[in-house]
């Protein structure tokens, strides 16, 4: 035994607190005082408590109600006998808070980089047919806001079935909703908005569109968003319910780059073979780039950081795509254009939707 | 041994912000590199500093729990709360999609009543779970009891609360608080707390008191204003008042009859022969309250400030005519990367040093008269609870 230390004592029994003293030796220690039964314990038995203002405590692995404090300062020989203080915890302790930082930014990019490419391979096994019941139970009728016509359903199918996309059907209809917008949704389903139809000057560059957003579903973009919200939520929310709702869907809510450019050469594959002009789409794309064009280089910039791509090169990209000798009629005809386009006006029992929902 | 005293007393909260601050900073820093896991052992780490710098007569507190139960009971809930939860709604869903939006109805009344009946249940197991966990000279307190009980009174006694236009809301609340509290136990000793709800009404009755007095007031002014010519203005005076009513007079109110509700509550409470006592006066609770207030401000311009100058430094770093787009993106990414930091490091100070002002705050006004005999405060034999209160926390309402 090589040093003496005072402690002081509860046994976990009573509350009365002992003032006893510790001899020590690098096996372990004995410890006596007044009231205290003469006790030897090896070092390898204690675990670290905490700190206390007088100084560390220290308990028993094998009784969770004795414990010692030693009161600072303590002699180095002692220092190095007793158990590491832990701090942060577990391994954090043993390999330092930086390393640790460091090891744990790693392992958390990796998780929410496996959280958004995993998707992408798991999508395509998930069947169509279960993704259809997840639509129809995630949208239904969407509140009696979809437009609908004798003369619109007529008029949009004739454009679908003109573009001809080989696979499961799709379900297109009009939503009285007033935004420049058109969205895939789970189980093959394509919302377009009101404000889209009042924006587009011909069925052509409605044609685009549809293309593109039936290039999503072709490509199961819609079921690989799904999972990815899905995956983050469950990631970031078990443990911060507050922050998750915000982040995945920040994170997931619309498609990546890659999908976007992929169902725009969908699009474009499927106006070729229909013979359906691309300049019209291109057309379009020019007036909405108009607004980008002010932005400048910040938008050069932010065009890598958002999701869709610019309406500029959308635009080059469609009106290159004309193949040379290709004779080219409308999608529709002008009456069946007008059926779509009054579809909302002519509905009699549709109600108004929020731009507030997408 | 005798305790408290005009110069001594019995609690004494002897922390300071400046040896919490690293606690509160590495506690962040863990929590971001974890995507969140890291909260549950920086819970633990925050009370292990608050129990530790928290003096009863002649010894401080020792927070026993650990980070691995915290975070065992968290999943706990995320199964009982958030599963079936999720599936009710499906269920829900479909049956109104089915044409059968009665039953729907009805599962969601007993979904309702089902989610109230678990907030009394985590009351009780978040209590029992911190007391069993709080040692004080080797000896921690407890419970015997599993809480579904006080989990049933919970729910029909808040009902019944609010049934009577609210007025009985006093009365259940005093009631679950001895409920819970004499199901509690610290050593060999029950807790035994015996509040009069009776006490309480009168600050209660302000509640009622206030909307009477701001409608005469309201409507008086636009009565006036009919008599002058621009009526407008008697308008914006009426505006003024139902704004003054509900973010300064409401929550005064509140305060204030909280503060008469702890020191009832508080002050009923008994363990053997001492008696607790809570000092905090409207006036105290109204300061806490502004302190919090201010923390949130400065934390937010804290932010603001940081994201303007990240901001304004992509901003100039991207124009000057001819750039590289990769190096434009990079600017783009690493200064919207600096303009969330500058707000995710202050607002993650906010919450720790609430909890710690709150906590000391707590302390700073508890009393405790009495005597305590060492020798007859033995261990408790109470069932020590292998979860923490994850369920609580799932409902928001973990208070430290």
């Known amino acids: ?358 | 041994m005798g305790i408290g005293g005009p110069d001594r007393t019995a609690f004494e909260w002897q922390g300071n912000w400046q040896a919490f601050l690293p606690i509160a900073l590495t506690n962040g820093l863990l929590t971001i590199v974890t995507l969140g896991i890291y909260r549950f052992w920086a819970t633990t780490r925050e009370r292990q500093y608050f129990w530790a710098n928290t003096r009863f007569i002649d010894d401080q507190l020792e927070w026993t729990g650990k980070g691995l139960e915290l975070f065992f009971g968290a999943i706990i809930a995320f199964f009982v709360l958030l599963v079936p939860i999720v599936g009710i709604q499906f269920l829900a869903q479909y049956l109104v999609l089915n044409g059968m939006p009665v039953v729907a109805g009805i599962l969601g009344l007993i979904t309702y009543l089902l989610l109230f009946w678990l907030i009394g249940f985590a009351i009780f197991r978040g209590l029992r779970y911190r007391l069993s966990r709080t040692s004080w000279h080797g000896i921690h307190g407890g419970s015997d009891e599993p809480g579904t009980g006080f989990a049933t009174s919970y729910l029909w006694k808040t009902i019944v609360g609010f049934i009577p236009l609210g007025l009985l809301i006093p009365w259940a609340s005093t009631k679950l608080f001895k409920e819970r509290w004499e199901s509690m136990s610290f050593g060999p000793h029950n807790f035994v707390a015996n509040p009069n709800w009776l006490n309480l009404m009168k600050r209660f009755g302000l509640f009622y008191v206030l909307p009477v007095l701001a409608a005469i007031l309201g409507g008086g002014a636009l009565w006036k204003g009919g008599d002058d010519v621009g009526s407008v203005g008697a308008g914006a005076a009426a505006a003024g008042l139902l704004v003054l009513f509900f973010y300064i007079a409401l929550p005064i109110i509140s305060l204030v009859y909280f503060a008469a509700y702890a020191r009832e509550t508080v002050g009923s409470v008994k363990l053997a022969s001492l008696e607790f006592d809570f000092t905090a006066r409207s006036s105290d609770w109204l300061m806490l309250a502004l302190g919090n207030l201010a923390i949130w401000f400065a934390a937010v311009i804290v932010g603001l400030i940081g994201a303007f100058v990240f901001g304004g430094f992509g901003a100039l770093m991207s124009q000057g005519g001819e750039v590289d787009p990769v190096m434009a993106m990079i600017t783009a990414g690493s200064s919207g990367f600096l303009i969330i930091l500058s707000f995710l490091i202050p607002l993650m100070l906010v919450g720790p040093f609430l909890r710690y002002r709150n906590w000391a705050f707590f302390i700073r006004h508890m009393e405790a008269g009495g005597e305590v005999n060492l020798a007859d405060l033995t261990q408790s034999e109470t069932a020590a609870l292998r979860q923490g209160e994850g369920l609580l926390d799932a409902f928001d309402m973990g208070a430290v």
């Open chain 1, 1 to 358: 035994m090589s040093g003496r230390h005072p402690v002081w004592h509860y046994d976990g029994r009573s509350a009365v607190r002992h003032d006893a003293t510790i001899t020590y030796g690098p096996q372990g220690f004995e410890m006596a005082g007044e009231g205290v039964a003469f006790q030897s314990h090896r070092w390898a038995d204690l675990a670290y408590r905490g700190e206390k203002r007088e100084g560390a405590l220290y308990g028993l692995k094998s009784d969770a109600g004795w414990q010692i404090g030693l009161p600072d300062p303590l002699p180095d020989d002692l220092r190095g006998f007793l158990p590491k203080p832990q701090r942060y915890g577990g391994f954090i302790d043993k390999i330092g808070l930086v390393p640790a930082s460091i090891a744990l930014v790693v392992i958390s990019a990796g998780v929410i980089f496996g959280a958004i490419k995993a998707p992408e391979i798991v999508a395509p096994l998930v069947p169509m047919s279960w993704e259809r019941a997840m639509g129809d139970a995630m949208v239904g009728d969407l509140g009696g806001r979809i437009c609908e016509t004798p003369e619109s359903r007529k008029a949009i199918d004739a454009m679908v079935a003109r573009l001809g996309s080989k696979g499961e059907p799709v379900e297109v209809n009009i939503a009285n909703i007033d935004m420049v917008n058109a969205v895939a949704l789970p189980g093959g389903k394509i919302l377009i908005f009101r404000g889209l139809l009042q924006e587009a000057k011909n069925a052509d560059e409605l044609a685009g569109v549809l293309g593109h957003e039936i290039g999503h579903i072709r490509n199961r973009d819609v079921m690989v968003s799904l999972l990815r919200q899905m995956g983050l939520t469950v990631i970031l929310g078990g443990a911060n319910p507050d922050m998750a709702g915000a982040l995945s869907s920040l994170a997931s809510a619309s498609f990546s780059r890659e999908a976007e450019s992929e169902a725009d050469d969908y699009s474009i594959k499927l106006m070729q073979k229909a013979s359906v002009s691309p300049d019209a789409t291109a057309g379009f794309f020019d007036r909405l780039s108009e607004g980008e064009e002010e932005l400048g280089q910040a938008a050069e910039a932010f065009s890598y950081l958002s999701s869709h791509p610019m309406s500029e090169k959308r635009e080059k990209a469609f009106r290159e795509s004309k193949l040379p000798g290709a004779r080219h009629t409308p999608v529709i005809t002008a009456e069946q254009w007008r059926a779509i386009v009054d579809a909302c006006a002519n509905d009699p029992d549709v109600k108004e939707g929020s731009d507030l929902m997408f």
